[in-house]
């Protein structure tokens, strides 16, 4: 028995966050996102369902455990929003607000296109999907790079 983890992280999460090493990417995806597809790219194939969860509580308890690369000037990414870009919806706002409480400052937290997120997040090491509808619907994701200790 393990103590003191968040307990959203199950077993199969923990296999990942602890088979990732130096530069793998961890996508983090809302119900909207191709996430069979998606994941079926990664390098594992893994998909990680957490249904009834936020994504600020799924990358909050992913970062308790795993640590941001600071090597790395954007090791937070986010999909931007299709029709403006320089918008940030309530549910990624939140999950900035948890990041930027720590060192990881706004111009670290860059949106990218659509299906350049959908191509970087193939080439991640696998998929986490959160699995709470939200009345905005709209596609939020995260990659996470993993800055960990060396493996």
Do not use: C
């Not at 793998?24 to 369902?49: F, K």
Request: glycine share 8%; proline share 8%.
């Amino acid at each position: 028995m393990l103590k003191g983890l968040d307990p959203i992280l199950g077993p199969d999460l923990l296999w990942v966050l602890a088979a990732m090493g130096h530069g793998d990417d961890l996508a983090v995806v809302d119900a909207n996102h191709p996430a069979e597809r998606i994941a079926a790219a990664t390098t594992t194939g893994r998909l990680v369902r957490l249904p009834g969860l936020t994504m600020a509580r799924v990358v909050g308890a992913i970062l308790s455990v795993l640590p941001l690369d600071d090597f790395e000037p954007a090791p937070l990414r986010r999909m931007s929003v299709v029709d403006d870009p320089s918008q940030v919806p309530p549910v990624q706002a939140e999950v900035w607000a948890l990041i930027s409480a720590g060192t990881i400052e706004a111009s670290d937290f860059p949106g990218i296109d659509r299906f350049a997120f959908y191509e970087a997040a193939a080439r991640s090491f696998a998929v986490v999907l959160w699995l709470l509808p939200h009345a905005q619907g709209y596609r939020l994701e995260h990659a996470l790079r993993n800055g960990g200790e060396y493996r």
